[in-house]
Nanobody, 122 residues
Framework: VQLQASGGGLVQAGDSLRLSCVAS????????VGWFRQAPGQERELVAT????????YYADSVKGRFTISRDNAKNTVYLQMNSLKPEDTAEYYC????????????????WGQGTLVTVSS
């Protein structure tokens, strides 16, 4: 599975962005997907996960209520809708896929896309 993340940019605090993760290759609909982020000098952290059907999601406490993960298997795409963005959301955002159920542990993910940079100014 090859993953391509996009949608990052420079926004102001309170604005919204939607990230997309487009997959190609194997049957994407059988994979769980996670969005992770990494800020400069910090460790990579989980943002959200979604299972293969979209029926089960998980969010980090820091984004709960502001971010929404969803997927459209017909388009081989997973989205991360980010609302009420804060400066502390500034990071490189990565999507990752794994067969089976979603996981909060990044080493569980076999496939990674390149990052897309989100910068939130105050």
């Amino acid at each position: 599975v090859q993953l391509q993340a996009s949608g990052g940019g420079l926004v102001q605090a309170g604005d919204s962005l939607r990230l997309s993760c487009v997959a190609s290759g194997r049957t994407f609909s059988s994979y769980a997907v996670g969005w992770f982020r990494q800020a400069p000098g910090q460790e990579r952290e989980l943002v959200a996960t979604i299972n293969w059907s979209g029926g089960r999601t998980y969010y980090a406490d820091s984004v709960k209520g502001r971010f929404t993960i969803s997927r459209d298997n017909a388009k081989n795409t997973v989205y991360l809708q980010m609302n009420s963005l804060k400066p502390e959301d500034t990071a490189e955002y990565y999507c990752a896929a794994r067969s089976g159920s979603g996981s909060t542990w990044s080493p569980d993910y076999s496939y990674w896309g390149q990052g897309t940079l989100v910068t939130v100014s105050s």
